[in-house]
């Protein structure tokens, strides 16, 4: 064997248990009940090994309100692999007037030669009048069978409307494609936003005012109503509300193909924090109230919600100073660095199974999006695990993390748990709090459709 972990704690959805890996070049190539031998041997006793977190919802370097995420491809992925990230999903976000095939190609250009950890596309599309017949086959077959609709951001250029949701749903139905929506009523937010700005009233808590929870429930679920007319299947990237979870719930149990995702902030952090310093926690949708928080913890542990993300898309304090009113601040906030730390730690406390911990973060992203060779610790899949000691106390700040940024969502926060070996693809690439990837040693994965 090339590299062997032994005497870990492996952590599956199916089970925990005592065992063994080898490695042979990027693959799992054994996994046994006595310790292996091997050119490079990890001893592992008293810790767990998972397989690597995917992050299917990040931003890096994405141009947005007049300035560009913080992070890009190589800052961004080197933060997530001390995190346990071996694996993205960035968007290619098709410019207005421009065919959806420039952006992707632009999109991984911009990721090759800096990216550390393997990375997918998801297209996402603004503009049907420059998408041609066969474009969508094209595309899926292309490797990115998942597409990402903005139903609000109209002035950013991004959104969509309803007729073109429906259409390609009803496209991607046939194609077993994926159709992700980021879901708040664009016509209610404007209005709010609008009125507030008219009223003088700026501040940054008068964001989260002009999306209040029915901006999300509503439209979340419209979504699903055209889903289940077009009999297709539905992904809601970032939701935040205990009412999108009713929706969920309830369109689930009626047997319609929904899936969902949520990011740890929706689950740990409150509108509070739009108090002070609030423009450092404007993120679309925004922060809600403790009963939501709750309410998508409880979806989380009992698998109504299938994914955690970050959504990570980060911007400096001098970034988020920028504009003098609440809509002209840059939405977004970091977070692909702390997400298995904080899940792991915070989900503890709340009873979550280390089963689901890996569903959500590593196995149902593997299968929901077509990364046939991740997400999972079985003999065959790409060597990407993650060795999280469960006795590492840290507080975490973002002095000690690595993403490029000057505050964490999270400051101060004490998490009990820690990711200390990360491995992409049978090479060690971060060991001790040390990175020894090498910059453009990522790859782009082409996806396989129809997962879910
Ligand atoms: O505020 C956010 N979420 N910014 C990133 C873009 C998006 O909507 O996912
Ligand atoms: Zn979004």
Same mark, same amino acid.
């Given at each position: 064997?090339?590299?062997?972990?032994?005497?870990?704690?492996?952590?599956?959805?199916?089970? &925990?248990?005592?065992?063994?890996?080898?490695?042979?070049?990027?693959?799992?190539?054994?996994?046994?009940?006595?310790?292996?031998?091997?050119?490079?041997?990890?001893?592992?006793?008293?810790? #767990?090994?998972?397989?690597? &977190?995917?992050?299917?919802?990040?931003?890096? *370097?994405?141009?947005?309100?007049?300035?560009?995420?913080?992070?890009?491809?190589? =800052?961004?992925?080197?933060?997530?692999?001390?995190?346990?990230? =071996?694996?993205?999903?960035?968007?290619?976000?098709?410019?207005?007037?421009?065919?959806?095939?420039?952006?992707?190609?632009? $999109?991984?250009?911009?990721? /090759?030669?800096?990216?550390?950890?393997?990375? @997918?596309?998801?297209?996402?599309?603004?503009?049907?009048?420059?998408?041609?017949?066969?474009?969508?086959?094209?595309?899926?077959?292309?490797?990115?069978?998942?597409?990402?609709?903005?139903? =609000? +951001?109209?002035?950013?250029? #991004?959104?969509?409307?309803?007729?073109?949701?429906?259409?390609?749903?009803?496209?991607?139905?046939?194609?077993?494609?994926?159709?992700?929506?980021?879901?708040?009523? @664009? @016509?209610?937010?404007?209005?709010?936003?609008?009125?507030?700005?008219?009223?003088?009233?700026?501040?940054?808590?008068?964001?989260?005012?002009?999306?209040?929870?029915?901006?999300?429930?509503?439209?979340?679920? $419209?979504?699903?109503?055209?889903?289940?007319?077009?009999?297709?299947?539905?992904?809601?990237?970032?939701?935040?509300?205990?009412?999108?979870?009713?929706?969920?719930?309830?369109?689930? =149990?009626?047997?319609?193909?929904?899936?969902?995702?949520?990011?740890?902030?929706?689950?740990?952090?409150?509108?509070?924090?739009?108090? *002070?310093?609030?423009?450092?926690?404007?993120?679309?949708?925004?922060?809600?109230?403790?009963?939501?928080?709750?309410?998508?913890?409880?979806?989380?542990?009992?698998?109504?919600?299938?994914? &955690?993300?970050?959504?990570?898309?980060?911007? $400096?304090?001098?970034?988020? @100073?920028?504009?003098?009113?609440?809509?002209?601040?840059?939405?977004? &906030?970091?977070?692909? *660095? %702390?997400?298995?730390?904080?899940?792991?730690?915070?989900?503890?406390?709340?009873?979550?199974?280390?089963?689901?911990?890996?569903?959500?973060?590593?196995?149902?992203?593997?299968?929901?999006?077509?990364?046939?060779?991740?997400?999972?610790?079985?003999?065959?899949?790409?060597?990407? #695990?993650?060795?999280?000691?469960?006795? /590492?106390?840290?507080? #975490?700040? +973002?002095?000690?993390?690595?993403?490029?940024?000057? +505050?964490?969502?999270?400051?101060?926060?004490?998490?009990?748990? +820690?990711?200390? %070996? %990360?491995?992409? $693809?049978?090479?060690?690439?971060?060991?001790?709090? /040390?990175?020894?990837?090498?910059?453009?040693?990522?790859?782009?994965?082409?996806?396989?459709?129809?997962?879910?």
């Amino acid at each position: 064997m090339d590299l062997v972990v032994n005497n870990g704690k492996v952590v599956t959805p199916q089970g &925990v248990f005592q065992a063994n890996i080898g490695i042979e070049g990027e693959k799992i190539a054994t996994i046994s009940k006595s310790p292996l031998k091997g050119d490079e041997v990890i001893d592992v006793s008293g810790k #767990l090994v998972m397989p690597g &977190v995917i992050d299917p919802h990040v931003h890096m *370097e994405l141009p947005f309100g007049g300035t560009v995420s913080a992070d890009d491809f190589k =800052t961004g992925t080197i933060a997530g692999a001390f995190g346990g990230v =071996t694996t993205i999903i960035d968007f290619a976000i098709q410019p207005k007037g421009e065919s959806p095939f420039s952006a992707i190609e632009a $999109r991984k250009k911009a990721a /090759e030669g800096k990216v550390v950890v393997d990375f @997918a596309l998801h297209a996402s599309l603004t503009d049907m009048e420059k998408v041609e017949d066969g474009d969508i086959r094209k595309i899926i077959e292309m490797g990115l069978p998942s597409f990402k609709l903005f139903m =609000t +951001y109209r002035k950013e250029g #991004l959104m969509v409307d309803d007729g073109t949701l429906f259409a390609l749903l009803q496209e991607t139905a046939s194609l077993k494609g994926l159709v992700g929506v980021h879901a708040e009523n @664009a @016509a209610v937010l404007e209005y709010l936003i609008a009125k507030f700005l008219r009223e003088g009233k700026t501040e940054p808590k008068y964001h989260a005012l002009s999306r209040p929870n029915f901006v999300e429930g509503e439209c979340i679920n $419209r979504a699903i109503t055209l889903t289940e007319e077009a009999n297709s299947s539905l992904y809601i990237f970032h939701m935040s509300t205990k009412e999108g979870l009713e929706a969920v719930k309830s369109a689930k =149990t009626r047997g319609v193909k929904v899936l969902a995702e949520t990011c740890p902030h929706y689950l740990m952090l409150t509108d509070e924090k739009y108090e *002070e310093n609030g423009q450092l926690y404007v993120m679309s949708p925004p922060l809600r109230k403790r009963e939501d928080n709750e309410a998508l913890w409880q979806g989380v542990v009992n698998g109504w919600i299938d994914v &955690v993300s970050t959504d990570h898309c980060p911007f $400096r304090t001098d970034q988020k @100073a920028m504009g003098d009113t609440f809509d002209k601040i840059p939405n977004g &906030v970091p977070g692909i *660095e %702390t997400l298995l730390p904080v899940m792991f730690s915070e989900g503890l406390k709340r009873g979550m199974p280390l089963e689901r911990l890996v569903e959500v973060l590593s196995y149902n992203p593997a299968r929901i999006f077509g990364l046939e060779n991740k997400g999972a610790i079985e003999v065959g899949k790409d060597a990407d #695990l993650v060795i999280l000691d469960p006795r /590492e106390e840290r507080t #975490l700040s +973002y002095e000690t993390l690595h993403m490029n940024l000057d +505050y964490s969502i999270f400051e101060g926060l004490k998490v009990k748990g +820690y990711p200390v %070996t %990360t491995i992409s $693809r049978g090479e060690v690439i971060v060991d001790n709090n /040390e990175f020894y990837g090498k910059e453009g040693r990522g790859r782009f994965i082409e996806r396989v459709s129809g997962g879910w």
